[in-house]
Nanobody
Framework: VQLQASGGGLVQPGGSLRLSCVAS????????MGWYRQAPGKQRELVAD???????NNADSVKGRFTASRDNAKNTVYLQMNSLKPEDTAVYYC?????????????WGQGTLVTVSS
C-alpha cells in the first residue's frame, strides 16, 4: 500500500498549482485524506484534509486560497492551491487513513516540493 504524490514545482507568487495523490495497493477503505507541509526548519503542519463524506478542514493560513477535494472511485485526493505566496514554499505530503489487510492506520506519501518564487 502506498501514496504517490505529484504536481509540485516552481510557481510565481499569485500563481496556482494542483497537487494529486493516489493511493494504491490492497485497500478496503479510506477515511480522511489530507495534505501536510513542512518548510525548512519548521515542523510539519496540516494544510487541509477531507473526510470520505467530503467535509473539509483547512488551516487558517490557507483558507480562501487552498481547496482539498477527492475522487473516492480513484482513491485520489487533490489540493488546489491558488494565490500562492512565498511562505507557501514547502515539501507537501499527502496522508490517508486506510484499511489494509491488517488494520486501519495512517499512511504518508513521499512528498512533493512546492516553491513559490519570482
Amino acid at each position: 500500500v502506498q501514496l504517490q504524490a505529484s504536481g509540485g514545482g516552481l510557481v510565481q507568487p499569485g500563481g496556482s498549482l494542483r497537487l494529486s495523490c493516489v493511493a494504491s495497493g490492497t485497500i478496503f477503505g479510506i477515511r480522511t485524506m489530507g495534505w501536510y507541509r513542512q518548510a525548512p526548519g519548521k515542523q510539519r503542519e496540516l494544510v487541509a484534509d477531507i473526510t470520505a463524506g467530503g467535509r473539509t478542514n483547512n488551516a487558517d493560513s490557507v483558507k480562501g486560497r487552498f481547496t482539498a477535494s477527492r475522487d473516492n472511485a480513484k482513491n485520489t485526493v487533490y489540493l488546489q492551491m491558488n494565490s500562492l505566496k512565498p511562505e507557501d514554499t514547502a515539501v507537501y505530503y499527502c496522508n490517508a487513513e486506510m484499511l489494509t489487510t491488517a488494520s486501519w492506520r495512517a499512511y504518508w506519501g513521499q512528498g512533493t516540493l512546492v516553491t513559490v518564487s519570482s
